[in-house]
């Protein structure tokens, strides 16, 4: 059966939780898990370099955007307590998203800094999520550097990104699109290189991606900033954008032609033994 991983980026302390709901409660009320790649410490004046005139992380509120500060997670204690409880359920897999979502965070390769990120990180989200188990890294930007691959090789995680940056990581598997595979005993690779669903797309071309994407791969690993879905920052989910995707929803819900998972459920059953 084809399985399908929802994961959605940029969770941090400028999420609601009602936003979150709003993308994936149809998927909690099936009882069917979400991914959430979660910032730790999010910088309020962190800057996409790639994109022309050099503007502020969609992922900041307008209010907040040029502040030159971190932003901890653990001082929106309702986002806190809404994501706990999910974990404690088994409806969120709490995911390491970086630590201040700096541009290019993990492109450094400055070992001491990486491992002070990652400790800092781990610290914050097993303080102020006590009911989740943190095994999954999702570099921000989808970038990240050889040594900080080695590290988290080295430290256990499961690690999501871009086929982009296996190059020049020869221990990695060397696959593309959307694909699995294994790292060493009960670790696991997962590539998503495409973001399905984006503001920067018609919704009607994000839709027949996504289904496309549904009928070819074994693995679709879904990944959505949810923000995406409210650019630029609305009070409500933009309409066009939200009426695909749940037309999506209504073909990627249904139990009898997909399995839904979580890269830690994933990775336990991919390394457990054969009994058949």
């Known amino acids: 059966m084809p399985t399908i991983i929802f994961r959605d980026d940029d969770t941090s302390f400028f999420t609601a939780p009602g936003r979150l709901e709003a993308i994936y409660g149809r998927v909690w009320e099936a009882g069917l898990p979400v991914c959430l790649a979660v910032i730790p410490a999010f910088h309020g004046d962190t800057r996409v370099y790639w994109t022309d ?160 994407a549904l009928a070819r791969n074994d693995l679709t690993i879904v990944s959505n900033h949810y923000w995406t879905f409210f650019h630029p920052w609305r009070a409500q989910p933009n309409r066009p954008d939200y009426t695909a995707w749940n037309a999506f929803l209504d073909e990627a819900l249904k139990r009898d032609k997909y399995e839904v998972t979580s890269f830690s459920a994933y990775a336990v059953r991919r390394a457990a033994p054969n009994t058949c």
Do not use: W
Not at 134 to 144: A, C, E, G, L, W
Not at 178 to 205: M, N, W
């Open 53 to 212: 005139g050099n503007p502020h992380d969609p992922g900041i509120p307008p209010e907040h955007r040029g502040k030159t500060e971190n932003f901890p997670v653990s001082d929106n204690r309702d986002l806190c307590d809404f994501l706990d409880d999910k974990a404690a359920a088994g409806l969120v897999e709490i995911c390491l998203h970086g630590y201040t979502h700096t541009f290019h965070e993990f492109i450094t390769h400055d070992r001491a800094l990486i491992r002070q990120k990652l400790d800092a990180g781990m610290a914050m989200l097993e303080r102020v999520f006590p009911a989740a188990s943190v095994r999954t890294f999702i570099p921000p930007y989808d970038r990240i550097s050889p040594v900080a691959l080695e590290e988290l090789v080295a430290r256990g995680f499961l690690i999501s990104t871009q086929s982009l940056n296996l190059a020049p990581a020869p221990q990695l598997p060397p696959i593309a699109g959307f694909a699995a595979g294994p790292i060493r005993a009960g670790q696991t690779l997962f590539v998503c290189d495409d973001y399905l669903f984006s503001h920067k797309r018609a919704p009607t071309e994000s839709l027949r991606l996504a289904r496309r």
